[in-house]
């Protein structure tokens, strides 16, 4: 596999998992600096993705990106310094598609953003199940649309009862998670950073 398609690819299938890893790193510090998050932008500056300062840097050095934006840090190598990108741009135009997110548990977390869909506790992935908010049972499919996070206790209480029956609210309305989601995300993570926030907040 190419870099150039392992661009894509990052895209459209590890952006998830991208995100919150990078999150998660960035916080141990300045040691640590090749993990920091580096925002991508697409040609056209579109935001599209998050990845590691270390995979941003070969996208540079392969010519696939250019460094937008630098972090302060320096990455030293043999005898060369490099300077940490903290923002990309791809040198040639991706079609993004919209809806590409496989559905799976660890992406119907990540859109619910670890908060059960009914009483609003944020708790750890392992705390936290799927809700069929029409319950299997009765005929509920296991879609975008139909799966939510959902907490132990909300789950029980929840049963094999439409919401409604057991006098519980969802929070939203479950959608299939997109690129609109997607960037919500990156302008969370990108509150903290002010070379990000050009290209997030429009
Ligand atoms: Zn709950």
Not at 95 to 118: F, G, M
Request: glycine residues 6%.
């Amino acid at each position: 596999m190419s870099i150039r398609s392992e661009a894509g690819s990052g895209v459209t299938s590890r952006h998830a998992g991208n995100l919150f890893a990078a999150t998660a790193v960035h916080r141990d510090g300045d040691g640590n600096s090749l993990h920091a998050p580096v925002l991508v932008l697409n040609a056209s500056y579109e935001p599209i993705n998050v990845c590691a300062a270390r995979r941003a840097l070969v996208l540079v050095l392969k010519g696939v990106a250019m460094t937008e934006e630098e972090n302060g840090h320096f990455l030293h190598a043999a005898r060369v310094a490099m300077r940490v990108p903290s923002v990309i741009r791809l040198l040639e135009y991706r079609r993004i598609p919209h809806q590409s997110r496989a559905l799976s548990r660890k992406n119907i977390l990540l859109r619910d953003r670890n908060t059960c869909q009914y009483c609003a506790a944020v708790l750890a992935s392992s705390e936290l199940t799927l809700d069929h908010v029409i319950p299997r049972s009765r005929g509920g499919s296991s879609t975008w649309e139909n799966l939510v996070a959902c907490c132990h206790t909300c789950n029980r209480r929840k049963g094999n009862q439409f919401p409604t029956e057991a006098g519980m609210k969802l929070m939203r309305e479950p959608r299939a998670f997109n690129l609109h989601t997607s960037r919500h995300i990156m302008r969370l993570m990108g509150r903290s950073d002010d070379k990000w926030r050009k290209y997030l907040f429009y």
